[in-house]
């Protein structure tokens, strides 16, 4: 994963590696907890949904001298970031689809006597 994330930023040299491996591991360990949240039987993050950490961590390194700003400009050029807490929801739907089914989860019954 830290050589295709290094490719899509145009890095060459290992200059960068140790920012970027935690960078990974901060949003493999985010992604980790939300889909653990909808399906605490995942142990980790499935290999199918791995490019999700990639795209994180590709903002994330863009966005490093620039947390806490919402929006930038410089000369005519603006920016508009993701809040740190938004920046999983275009990814929600597919997070979702990895909930337990209704069905398979122990449901609490009630007895009535007549």
């Given at each position: 994963?830290?050589?295709?994330?290094?490719?899509l930023?145009?890095?060459?040299?290992?200059?960068?590696?140790?920012?970027?491996?935690?960078?990974?591991?901060?949003?493999?360990?985010?992604?980790?907890?939300?889909?653990?949240?909808?399906?605490?039987?995942?142990?980790?993050?499935?290999?199918?949904?791995?490019?999700?950490?990639?795209?994180?961590?590709?903002?994330?390194?863009?966005?490093?001298?620039?947390?806490?700003?919402?929006?930038?400009?410089?000369?005519?050029?603006?920016?508009?970031f993701?809040?740190?807490?938004?920046?999983?929801?275009?990814?929600?739907?597919?997070?979702?689809?990895?909930?337990?089914?209704?069905?398979?989860?122990?449901?609490r019954?009630?007895?009535?006597?007549?």
């Amino acid at each position: 994963m830290l050589q295709r994330i290094k490719t899509l930023l145009g890095i060459e040299d290992s200059l960068q590696d140790d920012l970027l491996t935690i960078l990974i591991e901060n949003a493999e360990k985010h992604l980790s907890g939300r889909l653990k949240r909808v399906n605490p039987q995942l142990e980790a993050v499935p290999e199918e949904i791995q490019y999700i950490v990639e795209e994180i961590v590709i903002r994330r390194f863009n966005r490093l001298g620039s947390e806490g700003m919402k929006q930038d400009s410089a000369e005519g050029h603006s920016v508009t970031f993701y809040d740190l807490k938004d920046e999983f929801i275009p990814y929600q739907e597919i997070i979702d689809s990895y909930a337990i089914p209704v069905e398979s989860t122990p449901k609490r019954g009630r007895v009535m006597f007549i």
